[in-house]
């Protein structure tokens, strides 16, 4: 069988060996090439030894060329500010590109300058991205070649909260996220405030309501309503390597319980094959999804303020990166969605 050629640029990173890994086992495809900003060119198995025997390939700096011989889709896990001016010449020389960065999820060019701090002047390939959350996008997913992998928080939040924003439920003037992600969210660069000793036995707020993802997260969910929808976000780091447990508090706008909500949710989310919809009285917890594509979701009602309080958990890594990115591959290429994923 003929397997799809695979690049992965960014490929040193923390989501880039996580597509290492979950490529490795998927069955109709083969990376066939590797890059990163990187000193000296590199064997895989020398940076990642988890892949020795596994994949013969050398990493090294980018080269288009050599690129565009290797590849039929590329995958870009570079930082945000570096795909927008590589992913047009991409898209030049026929390749099918699904960016885990930031650069296109963002459909206002002038947000860029104030959450990422840097100017996007490529609108029109704004408008052509498809934002790469399946659950919502899958139709436009199918037929894209330029898809725009979600954030891990907003992955997270946009799930929790988006069957009662779409269907009314959830006011539109204020939802409260809180959300605690491992360390490898702020990924694989040495810096001091992410030491072990700095991070172990500690929680900390950071970004506390300026976090880059605000907007992304205020975009799909206004996008749901149909009205501005606007959030208070507070990220905190804890000591864990990998997952997010976000909790969304939304003050409902009509009288619910927590069985009709949670029947809502399953209803919403039927058919989907990486989110799972818990029963009433159990709740998401981390351990239930690292290393797997899945988003738990539970829920309750708080029937006294008429608030619901919706909690979700994924693996940032995987459906909140590298197993989205694998879930937007399949579909697009018109393939088994949940090939080679968990």
Known sequence: MEKTNIGIIGATGYAGEELIRILLGHPKVKINYLA???ETATACEKIFPAFKGRLDLVCAELDLDKLNKSADVVFLAVPHGAA???????????????DLSADFRLKDAVLYKKWYHFEHKNKPLLDKAVY???????????????????????????????PLVKNGFASPEKIILDAKSGTSGA????????????????????????????????????????????????????????????CAYMKLQK????????????????????????????????????????????????EESNTAIVISA?????????????????????????????
């Open 36 to 38: 990163a900003k990187i």
């Open 84 to 98: 927008y001016e590589l992913v047009p010449e991409l898209l030049e020389a026929g390749k099918v590109v699904i």
């Open 132 to 162: 790469g959350l399946p659950e919502v996008y899958r139709d436009k997913i199918q037929k894209a070649k330029l898809v725009a992998n979600p954030g891990c928080y907003p992955t997270a939040a946009i799930l929790a909260a988006l």
């Open 187 to 246: 990924g694989r660069t040495l810096k001091q405030d992410l030491l072990f000793s700095e991070v172990d036995e500690s929680i900390r707020p950071y970004k506390v309501n300026e976090h880059q993802h605000s907007p992304e997260i205020e975009q799909e969910l206004s996008f749901a309503a149909q009205k501005k929808v606007n959030i208070i976000f507070v990220p905190q780091l804890v000591p864990i390597t990998r997952g997010i447990l976000s």
């Open 255 to 302: 009288k619910a319980n927590t069985s009709e909500l949670i029947k809502l949710y399953k209803e919403f989310y039927r058919g989907e094959p990486y989110v799972r919809v818990l029963d009433a009285g159990v709740f998401p917890q981390v351990k239930a999804v690292q290393f797997s594509n899945y988003c738990d979701i539970g829920l309750k009602v708080d």
């Open 314 to 342: 994924i693996d940032n890594l995987t459906k909140g990166a590298s197993g989205q990115a694998v879930q937007n591959l399949n579909i697009m290429m018109g393939w088994e969605e949940t090939l080679g994923l968990a």
